[in-house]
C-alpha cells in the first residue's frame, strides 16, 4: 500500500516537473513509467479523458495527472540519450536514485498556481483571428446543446458567456472562466 | 480487386496530435468566415498514399490511442457520407446500423463542422440512425450551414416518420434556402402490416407516407428505396404500382440488395432471395417504372446474377468503401463496371459468380 502511495506521489509530481519544460526530465520519466508502473500509468492516464488531455500546455493545474505523450499508445519514441545513465542498466523493478530526484519534489498545493497559466493558449487568445474561431466552435456547440439561440458570430457577448457557463454546469466543471483550457477542453476544442 | 476507402486507414508522424477532426491542408479554405478545424499538414500523415488516399481540403478524423487516422470527408470518394446519429424509432429486420440510444449530439457538431470545412458542392450523404430523430439538432444543422452560406447539396436518408409532422417539414424548408436536398426514403411495403412487420415499428407505415406527402407539399424530391426480401419479394410489383402511382415527387426507385451487415446477418436466412429468384419480380417492376417515365436503379446485383435486360439499370456500388469482388471475379471482363459485393459479404452471403469472358 505505501509503495502504491508512493508510486502516485510521484506520478503526480511529475506532472509538475514536466512544468518546467525540462526535456531531460521528461525523457527520464517516460521509460520508468512505463517499464516499472505500468498498471499505474494507464489507471492515471483514463482518469484524463482525451478532451481534457487536449490543453497539456495547462499542466501547472493539479487535476492535470497525466500528459499526452504518456497515452498515446504508439507514439512513445526511445528516448535520447542525454538522461539515459539509469536507462542504460536493465530495466529492474528498483528505481536509480539519480532518476528520482527531479519527481521527488512534493506537489505544490493548487492554490499557489493561477487556474490559467497556459502560454499557448494565452498567446492563442491574443490572436483575434484564433480567438474569433474558438468562439465560434463553442456557440454551433452550444446550439446543438440548445443552449445558445443567437447567432455563432465569435463575438463573446453575455448571451455566448451565459451558455458557455451553462454549459460548464451541465458537464460538472467549476469556475467561472469562459476561456481557459479547462472549459475548451470539454468543448474537444483542440489547440491551434 | 477496388479497396474500401474508408478501410484504409493512415498513420500519422507527428507526436502532438491530438484526438479529433482535422481538416488537411489547403489554400482557399482559409478565407472562408466559419469556425475552422484545426489544420492538419501533410507532413503530419504518414502514408505511402498520398495521392489516392487523402488529398487537400479532406476532413480527417485522428485517434491518438491508435495513432491512426480515417477519412471523414473526402475528394476521392463518389459517394461521402456522414452518420449523424445512432439513434432511431424504427427496428428494421435488415437494419444495417442497429441503433444505440445513447447521448450522440457530438456527432451531430462533427457532421457540422466536417460540411463547413469540407466546403464541397458535390452531393453529400446524411445517414443514421433516423438523422430528423432530434428534430432540432437537424434543424441547427440545415440552419448552420445556410447561415455560413454552404453550398453542399445533400441526400438525406430518413425513415421520413417525422416528417408527418407538417411544422417540422416548414421549419425545414426555412433551413433549406435554395440548397439542392434529396431524401431517401425507404417503403418495404403496399401495406402497413408488411411496412410495420419489416421494420418492426407501429404506425411506421402511416406516418412515412405522411412525410412523403409533406415533403410532396413543399416540392421536395424523394428517391424511395426497397430491399426486397423473403416477405415482400411476392409484392414488390404492388409497391412499385403504389409508389408511381400515389405520389409526384417520387423521381427515383431504388432497389437494394441485402447487405448482410448487422442486424440482417442474424435474419439473414430468414430475409435472403437469391439474386436467380429475384430477377422474374425486378423484370416486372423494371417495365412499371419504364412505363411511367420513373428512373430506376438496381443497387449491388453482381451483373453476371441478373437477367441480360436488367444489367442496364445495376448501378456500379453503393459505396467505394463498401464493395468487394471475390477471388471468382478476377477473371471477369466486366469488373471495372459491376457493382460487385458488399465488404461485408463473406462466407455465407456470398453467391456464386459466373464471370464474362
Known amino acids: 500500500m505505501n509503495k502504491k502511495l508512493k508510486k502516485l506521489a510521484t506520478l503526480i509530481s511529475a506532472s509538475f516537473a514536466t512544468n518546467a519544460s525540462n526535456a531531460d526530465v521528461m525523457h527520464a520519466l517516460k521509460p520508468k513509467l512505463l517499464e516499472n508502473d505500468s498498471l499505474s500509468v494507464s489507471l492515471l492516464n483514463q482518469s484524463v479523458s482525451q478532451i481534457l488531455a487536449a490543453h497539456r500546455s495547462h499542466s501547472s493545474h493539479g487535476s492535470h495527472g497525466s500528459h499526452r505523450s504518456s497515452s498515446g499508445g504508439g507514439g512513445y ?18 528505481r536509480p536514485k539519480k532518476q528520482a530526484d527531479p519527481l521527488g519534489q512534493a506537489p505544490r498545493p493548487k492554490s499557489s498556481y493561477p487556474p490559467n497559466q497556459s502560454k499557448d493558449l494565452t498567446s492563442t487568445l491574443k490572436d483575434k483571428e484564433k480567438r474569433k474561431n474558438i468562439i465560434m466552435r463553442m456557440q454551433l456547440a452550444l446550439q446543438f446543446e440548445g443552449l445558445y439561440g443567437g447567432a455563432v458570430d465569435g463575438i463573446l457577448g453575455p448571451k455566448t458567456r451565459a451558455a458557455i457557463l451553462a454549459y460548464k454546469k451541465s458537464k460538472g466543471i467549476s469556475g467561472e472562466k469562459v476561456l481557459d483550457a479547462k472549459t475548451l477542453n470539454a468543448f474537444g476544442i483542440l489547440g491551434f | 480487386m477496388v479497396e474500401p476507402l474508408r478501410k484504409r486507414t493512415f498513420s500519422a508522424n507527428n507526436e502532438s ?38 488529398t487537400s481540403g479532406d476532413v480527417v478524423y485522428y485517434n491518438q490511442s491508435t495513432n491512426r487516422m ?90 421520413g416518420r417525422n ?53 410532396s407539399a413543399f416540392g421536395q424530391v424523394v428517391e424511395a428505396r426497397i430491399v426486397p426480401v423473403t416477405h415482400n419479394i411476392h409484392h414488390l410489383i404492388n409497391i412499385i404500382n403504389f ?24 435474419n439473414y436466412l430468414e430475409l435472403f432471395v437469391p439474386v436467380g429468384k429475384q430477377n422474374v419480380y425486378l423484370n416486372e417492376v423494371i417495365n412499371i417504372c419504364l412505363a411511367y417515365g420513373v428512373s430506376i436503379q438496381l443497387y449491388n446485383y453482381p451483373l453476371c446474377l441478373l437477367n441480360d435486360n436488367l444489367r442496364a439499370f445495376s448501378v456500379r456500388s453503393i459505396s467505394d468503401w463498401k464493395n468487394y469482388y471475390p477471388s471468382g471475379c478476377n477473371q471477369c471482363a466486366r469488373q471495372q463496371v459491376c457493382g460487385g459485393f458488399f465488404t461485408s459479404s463473406t462466407g455465407k452471403y456470398l453467391e456464386d459468380v459466373e464471370p464474362f469472358q
Not at chain 1, 77 to 94: E, L
Not at chain 2, 204 to 211: P, S, V, Y
Not at chain 2, 243 to 266: C, D, T
Open chain 1, 77 to 94: 519514441v526511445a528516448p535520447s540519450t542525454t538522461p539515459s545513465q539509469s536507462q542504460t542498466k536493465k530495466s529492474t523493478v528498483t
Open chain 2, 70 to 159: 480515417r477519412t471523414i470527408l473526402t475528394s476521392n470518394s463518389n459517394e461521402n457520407t456522414l452518420l449523424v446519429t445512432e439513434q432511431c424509432e424504427n427496428r428494421c429486420l435488415f437494419c444495417s446500423q442497429p441503433p444505440n440510444e445513447r447521448d450522440d449530439i457530438e456527432l451531430y457538431k462533427n457532421a457540422t463542422l466536417a460540411l463547413l470545412n469540407f466546403n464541397a458542392e458535390s452531393v453529400i450523404g446524411i445517414t443514421g440512425g433516423e438523422p430528423t430523430t432530434n428534430k432540432k439538432a437537424f434543424l441547427t444543422l440545415l440552419h448552420q450551414l445556410d447561415y455560413f452560406n454552404n453550398k453542399t447539396k445533400l441526400h438525406i436518408l430518413s425513415h
Open chain 2, 17 to 54: 496530435l491530438l484526438t479529433g477532426m482535422y481538416v488537411v491542408e489547403s489554400s482557399n479554405a482559409k478565407d472562408l468566415v466559419i469556425p475552422h478545424l484545426p489544420v492538419i499538414d501533410k507532413a503530419s500523415i504518414n502514408n505511402g498514399l498520398w495521392s489516392s488516399g487523402v
Open chain 2, 163 to 215: 416528417l408527418s409532422d407538417i411544422n417540422f417539414v416548414e421549419d425545414i424548408q426555412k433551413c433549406i434556402g435554395s440548397r439542392e436536398i434529396s431524401w431517401g426514403i425507404p417503403l418495404y411495403g403496399h401495406k402497413s402490416s408488411l411496412h410495420n412487420r419489416l421494420v418492426n415499428a407501429q404506425k411506421a407505415f402511416d406516418e412515412t407516407l405522411q412525410g412523403i406527402v409533406n415533403l
Open chain 2, 243 to 266: 409508389l408511381v402511382n400515389s405520389f409526384q415527387n417520387i423521381k427515383q426507385i431504388s432497389i437494394m440488395n441485402l447487405e448482410p451487415i448487422g442486424w440482417a446477418k442474424k
